[in-house]
């Protein structure tokens, strides 16, 4: 009986192990190539790369690349022939222009772009939007001037970053984002919101740091925010008693502590 307590206790351990036991991440083309059906994670930042070598391609299994902080000017060719990529990161790059259709990366769930030389960034993010599985999506300090109504057909966003750019309004249907959860609007021109945007059902995390509010309209409790970022927005004096809130950052607004702290409860943290 101990025999057989023992046994399946060592075989249990022995699982477990297995379970916690993470990816290797292999960081240079060479190294990957020497077992290519193995690799998962490749990091290749910030090793001044310009281009990929064909036999990339062989990474069969590969599902996470950080091309992030290189020299890339385009999109190398090669990605569209990772079956598995699920997470791309090409942010601080010199890309200027995207393929036309993304559609091909039919995998990838997160994708980093921020801080590229784009010579038409509204026009790059229609593009992005032809990833039909997109979740995550930085494409901050662009210098995006408008919010693409394309965006809307991606049914899947769930974190979407547009900060640093000259936005001043969202569409009035945004709230076809149903499954966005996180928004950041830091250093955009927004001042106010359309109705739909107070349907989004699954928004809990909103920034909007350094824009120029000067209320937070109130339907604002209609969301149910975990954790939002007024702060920098200099006039912006009031702010409604958002039910959910458990964070919120005030830092050089005029709202009133004292006032926000009764409204929203000893539950929620006031940075100011």
């Given amino acids: 009986m101990k025999k057989t307590f023992y046994f399946i206790a060592f075989i249990l351990i022995a699982h477990l192990g297995q379970a916690q036991k993470k990816d290797k991440t292999y960081t240079s083309i060479a190294q990957a190539l020497q077992e290519p059906t193995k690799v998962t994670i490749l990091n290749l930042k910030g090793q001044s790369l310009k281009t990929l070598p064909a036999d990339i391609v062989k990474l069969v299994n590969l599902e996470q690349l950080d091309l992030s902080n290189n020299a890339f ?12 990529l699920k997470i ?10 995207l393929p036309a259709d993304m ?4 995998s990838l769930i997160t994708l980093r772009l921020d801080v590229n030389p ?3 960034p509204v026009a790059e993010l229609k593009k992005v939007s032809t990833i039909a599985s997109l979740s995550k999506l930085n494409f901050s300090a662009n210098k995006v001037s408008a919010f693409p109504p394309e965006l809307l057909k991606m ?9 640093y750019g000259s936005i001043k309004t969202l569409p009035t249907d945004i709230d076809k984002l149903k499954n966005l959860k996180r928004l ?20 809990e995390n909103l920034d909007l740091s350094y824009n120029d509010f000067r209320t937070l309209q109130p339907e604002f409790v209609n969301l149910h925010l975990n954790v939002i970022d007024v702060s920098y927005n200099k006039n912006l004096a009031t ?12 830092k050089s607004t005029k709202v009133d502590v ?11 943290t006031i940075l100011n």
């Avoid at 049914?155 to 900060?163: E, F, I, Q, Y």
Wanted: aromatic letters at 12%; glycine letters at 4%; proline letters at 9%.
């Fill in 88 to 97: 791309l990161f090409l942010n601080n790059n010199f890309i200027s222009a």
């Fill in 103 to 106: 559609s091909a990366l039919k």
């Fill in 73 to 84: 000017t385009s999109l190398p060719t090669q990605l569209f022939k990772l079956p598995k």
């Fill in 155 to 163: 049914a899947d966003l769930s974190d979407l970053d547009l900060g």
């Fill in 184 to 203: 950041v609007l830091t250093k955009n021109l927004i001042t106010t919101f359309p109705p739909a945007f107070f349907k989004l059902p699954k928004l």
């Fill in 118 to 120: 784009f010579s038409a």
């Fill in 258 to 268: 004292e006032k926000l702290k009764w409204a929203l409860g000893e539950g929620c």
């Fill in 239 to 250: 702010i409604p008693p958002i039910k959910d809130m458990k964070y919120i950052n005030i």
